[in-house]
């Protein structure tokens, strides 16, 4: 009897696009982990590691069959958003939907959380706007074509415990969802 592979697919991850307001981004991830007692084992995911995925959560399958035929899968998720505002300082960050309003915000450090919700977007000139007042969540973002600043900030409170965070970026095109 042949025993199947064992498969351990990345965790999920946040995506972010290349310029906000565009719908797609394209995603590179890891191969999953794969042990087995054949070899020869070839791993395949749908969809592939490099393919332009669209806003929102999209399901990542991927399948290990061994030389024998005997397959296990494992699946995951990422999520592309298209506006990444990170401090110049402490890499803070808040990912969010310019179309629909969603976001999640992330502080880094040793007493890091995340924090996730949805406001409403306002575009005014070259301003775009997400404001969530339930949580006291606002942000902005300017990116004039004709003379782009590609700046951003954010101000997030938390409540339970009582304290705000101010997110200042310089550059939200060279952004990473990721803690330094």
């Not at 402490?90 to 939907?97: A, P, S, T």
Request: glycine share 8%; charged share 15%.
């Amino acid at each position: 009897m042949n025993p199947p592979p064992v498969i351990n697919c990345p965790s999920d991850r946040d995506a972010v696009a290349a310029t906000p307001g565009s719908t797609t981004a394209i995603v590179n991830f890891p191969d999953p982990m794969v042990t087995d007692n054949c070899p020869g084992v070839t791993v395949v995911c749908n969809p592939p590691s490099g393919s332009a995925l669209p806003l929102g959560v999209t399901t990542v399958n991927c399948t290990a069959t061994d030389s024998g035929g005997a397959t296990a899968s494992c699946s995951f998720e990422i999520k592309v958003w298209d506006v990444c505002i990170q401090d110049n300082g402490n890499g803070d960050y808040l990912l969010f939907n310019s179309f629909t309003g969603e976001y999640k915000f992330v502080h880094c450090g040793v007493n890091g959380f995340t924090m996730i919700g949805r406001g409403v977007i306002t575009r005014e000139g070259c301003i775009t706007k997400l404001r969530d007042d339930t949580r006291v969540v606002s942000a902005w973002f300017d990116r004039c074509h004709i003379a782009p600043r590609n700046t951003g900030g954010a101000t997030i409170k938390r409540r339970q415990p009582d304290i705000s965070f101010i997110v200042n970026d310089s550059n939200i095109l060279n952004n990473s969802p990721t803690c330094p």
